[in-house]
Structures are given as structure tokens and as C-alpha cells.
């Protein structure tokens, strides 16, 4: 015969709050066990004489939870073995916030029957003294899981068990990344007892309260909450009847041109290492993908989520050395499970299309990207030497056209193909090589005017021999490093 174990809950605070049920099965029990002996029902059950054997010295002993949880779990396994019955007590209700609870669904559910007795939980006690009906919408989540939060600011949060001021210290800096740092907190203890206190006060102030096991701390819808639902919901707003008159007359092709800006404004934000400008710039880049996906909801196209749904599984997809079973040591080596990957799903989605760059590419991208291709099926140069060679051979090439007068635009495009290829073969991003050159160009040409300016001189109206000279300067000045 399988042995039972029946998982009361206590309630949320004294024994005025045990169901008469499980009251009658505490009573005709032999023993009790119970997660902790730090709870009031606890305390009143000894009170009456009824025999109760906490796991607190488990506590005292351990130095996670997690290792505390897998004693408690070994423990009433044993237990269960050796009698057919066991009562196993914890706070609340066992199917909200209880942890060794949902281990006893994963570990011991198939080798024993295990009966779960539902009790009111420390949550009705906090509709209740704040006014709260759960319809309007709350999230109940543990102090250690709020980093990944996903919040619009339209429901209320509750962390339960904040109990010591070091992680109420954690939960508030969490929350600061979430909330505004005024936003109003409930800290709310011993709900239910004669103690019950509830403090509200700002969230910059939360840790100054004093914690136990019996505190939460719940925090109020806000419209300025921070997250990824928010910034849709923005965009929906700014496109609805009443929002913006601009966004509301935008499309995919009238947004093209922003995306490329923004774009290079996130790539000007990077070479110039402006981390400050860089954050602000990625929002910019950001916008534009929620408002091509607004708009494409308002068309019953897709959803915001569906692009979501569809870069999650492809980073999942195209990555089994993270997430499956397949081994990559290198970066080449990803790099060909990308390929091999991405090759796989083309076929599946019927396209067969090698060459499958965007069109809009910057020319000098969409070279490298063109060379990269066919390099991966082989045709590509042995050794340095074939690049190098082709160079040269296409600056003689467009030497001839000038001299002739024909084919010089066809040769000038040989000439830029063929050095994007070198620059590839060197392992340099040509747009990148090309946009440092600018930038140095930019650099010497604004000192040289400078050095002018300094002479008294007006930069335009020196001869080119005169700017020569200054150019060579300001180069000068440049590798030295030193004012001349």
C-alpha cells in the first residue's frame, strides 16, 4: 500500500485563520511536521499541546535554500517510508509561494499519493487590507526573480517573503530598474495577527523598514513603469485616433529612410566609443522596429510578438551548441553551424536564391558580403599573393580606360571590387577601414583649417600649394601627437 502524505496549509497568520478541516486533521494526527516553527499558527497548535517537529534546525544548518529544501524533501521521504500517513504543514496556502511544495510535485508525487489541503493564503490578506480586487491584475513573483520581469504598469506586483533588510536591499535596486525611484511600496507584515502593520512609503526608502518571514512588499499599478510592453503600448498610442498626426500618416516606406538613419547614428555613437549617446541611439533603432510592427498589427499582418516568437526560435534554432546537444569550440566553428543551419531552413522555406543579401545593402557591405559566399564554396585565391595581384592588375586595367577613354566607370568598379576582396583576404570590414579614413581625413582637414585660421590666413583663399603645406602640418601634428 502507498503511503500519503497530506500537505496542509496553515493560513497566513494565527489559528482563528485554519480551516476547521485541516484544524480536525492536525488534531488527529500523531506528529506534524512543519516547514518552520516561525509562524503564528505554528506557535498557537504548540500552545494547545499539539506535538509539532519543525525543519528550523535544517535552516540553521544549511547555507542555501535550495540545499534546505532538498534536506526537507529527503527528510519527509524517509518519513514516508516508514508510516503510511504524514502531515507535512506550511505557511499559507501550499500552492502559492512554496517552494519545497512544487519539489514535492517533482520528486516524490510518483512514488507516494500526496493529498494537498488548500488554507487561505498571506495574498487574500493583502486584497483585503489594501483594497485590491486581483481582477484589476497582479503579479506574485519571489525576490529572485524580478530581474526578467516582464511588466506594462497596469498591474500590481506582490514579492512575497522579503524577510532580512539585505534582500530588501536587492528587491529595491531591482525594482529602481524598473520603477520610478519614488514610486509608492507597500511593506506589509503579520498580516492577520495582532502585529499587522502596513507602511507605505516611497521606494528609494523601502529597505529602511524592518523585514521578518512574514513581510511583503506590493507595489501599485504605474504608468511609469520601464519595459518592452510599455514602448509598444507608446507606439499603439502615438498611431490611434487620438495620438499623433505624423505617426499616424507613416508606412513602411515612408520609414525606410529613418531606419538606414538610425542605423548609421547607432554606428557613428559605436566609433566614437560615446557609450552615453550609444544607449540613446539604440532606443532610437528600437523605436523603429515597434513602430514597423505597429503598423504591420494595425494591417493584420503580424504582431509585435510574432517577431519575438520568430528571432527567439531562429536564436535557438541556429545555436544547438548553447541549447542542444551539438559541440562548436571555435568561432568558425559556429559560424558553419550558422550556415548549415541557415542553408537547412532556406531549402525547407523553398528558396534557393545563393545570392540573398538585401539589395539596400551599403555597396562596400554587400561586395564583402558577395565574396564571403562564394569563398565558403571554394572559389576563392590560394594565398595573399592572388588578391594583391588583382589589384594591381585592375589599377593597370583602369590606367588603360583613362588613357582611352572607354570602359573607365566598369574599371573603376573592377578596382573597388577587387580591394574589398584584399581587404577581405586581410580579414579587415571594409566599411569599417573606409569609414576610420574618413574619419582621419575629417580629423587632418579641420586642423589644417585651424593652423590657417591661427596665421591670420582665410583657409579658402590660400592656392593649393599653401593648403598642401598645411595638410602636411596638421599630418605632421597628427602622428606626433604634439603641437608644433
Known amino acids: 500500500m502507498t503511503s500519503c502524505l497530506h500537505v496542509i496549509g496553515l493560513g497566513p497568520a494565527g489559528l482563528d485563520q485554519l480551516t476547521v478541516g485541516n484544524y480536525r486533521r492536525i488534531q488527529s494526527a500523531t506528529k506534524i511536521f512543519a516547514r518552520t516553527a516561525q509562524h503564528p499558527c505554528i506557535q498557537d497548535l504548540m500552545a494547545e499541546g499539539i506535538s509539532v517537529e519543525s525543519f528550523d534546525e535544517i535552516y540553521a544548518a544549511e547555507t542555501s535554500f535550495e540545499a534546505v529544501y532538498e534536506k526537507i524533501i529527503e ?37 507516494y499519493d500526496v493529498i494537498i489541503h488548500p488554507a487561505m493564503s498571506f495574498v487574500d490578506e493583502i486584497f483585503r487590507v489594501l483594497n485590491l480586487d486581483p ?17 506594462t504598469g497596469q498591474e500590481w506586483l506582490v514579492i512575497p517573503q522579503v524577510y532580512n533588510k539585505l534582500i530588501a536591499s536587492e528587491v529595491k535596486l531591482d525594482l ?15 498580516l492577520g495577527t495582532a502585529g499587522e502593520q502596513v507602511d507605505k512609503l516611497p521606494l528609494y526608502e523601502m529597505d529602511h523598514e524592518k523585514f521578518d518571514h512574514l513581510t511583503t512588499v506590493v507595489l501599485q499599478p504605474n504608468s511609469d513603469v520601464i519595459s518592452f510592453n510599455k514602448l509598444a503600448k507608446v507606439m ?18 515612408t520609414l525606410k529612410k529613418y531606419l538606414i538613419e538610425e542605423s548609421y547614428e547607432v ?23 515597434v513602430f514597423h510592427a505597429q503598423i504591420a498589427s494595425e494591417s493584420g499582418v503580424f504582431e509585435i510578438r510574432d517577431v519575438l516568437r520568430e528571432v ?21 566553428d559556429v559560424i558553419l553551424t550558422w550556415d548549415r543551419i541557415k542553408s537547412i531552413e532556406k531549402e525547407d522555406n523553398q528558396r534557393l536564391d545563393f545570392f540573398n543579401d538585401p539589395k539596400g545593402l551599403p555597396a562596400l557591405m554587400w561586395a564583402s558580403s558577395t565574396q564571403h559566399r562564394v569563398a565558403k564554396v571554394g572559389f576563392d585565391w590560394s594565398d595573399l599573393e592572388g588578391p594583391w595581384s588583382k589589384v594591381q592588375e585592375e589599377l593597370q586595367e583602369l590606367e588603360s580606360a583613362l588613357a582611352e577613354g572607354i570602359g573607365i566607370r566598369e574599371e573603376l568598379g573592377d578596382l573597388l571590387f577587387s580591394i574589398v576582396n584584399l581587404s577581405r583576404y586581410l580579414k579587415f570590414d571594409t ?26 590666413l582665410i583657409f579658402e583663399r590660400l592656392s593649393l600649394d599653401e593648403m598642401d603645406t598645411f595638410w602636411e602640418k596638421a599630418k605632421s601634428q597628427e602622428k606626433s601627437g604634439n603641437e608644433v
Request: glycine share 6%.
Open 431 to 456: 566599411e569599417e577601414v573606409l569609414r576610420d579614413t574618413i574619419h582621419k581625413f575629417q580629423s587632418r582637414f579641420l586642423k589644417m583649417v585651424e593652423l590657417s585660421r591661427e596665421k591670420g
Open 75 to 111: 527528510q519527509l521521504r524517509k518519513e514516508l517510508k516508514n508510516n503510511s500517513e504524514v502531515f507535512y504543514a506550511v505557511p499559507g496556502h501550499p500552492m502559492v509561494a512554496e517552494k519545497t511544495v512544487q519539489l514535492i510535485g517533482e520528486k516524490l508525487t510518483q512514488e
Open 236 to 253: 499603439k498610442t502615438l498611431r490611434s485616433e487620438g495620438g499623433c498626426a505624423w505617426d499616424r500618416e507613416q508606412t513602411h516606406d
Open 176 to 190: 529602481m530598474n524598473i520603477y520610478p525611484d519614488d514610486a509608492w511600496v507597500y511593506v506589509v507584515q503579520a
Open 135 to 151: 481582477i484589476e491584475g497582479v503579479i506574485i513573483r519571489n525576490y529572485d526573480a524580478l530581474k526578467e520581469i516582464a511588466l
Open 312 to 332: 527567439i526560435q531562429k536564436m535557438i534554432r541556429r545555436h544547438p551548441h548553447v541549447f542542444g546537444e551539438e559541440k562548436a569550440e571555435t568561432a568558425d
Open 267 to 289: 554606428l557613428d555613437a559605436i566609433d566614437k566609443q560615446d557609450m552615453y549617446n550609444l544607449c540613446e541611439e539604440l532606443g532610437d533603432l528600437l523605436l523603429q522596429v
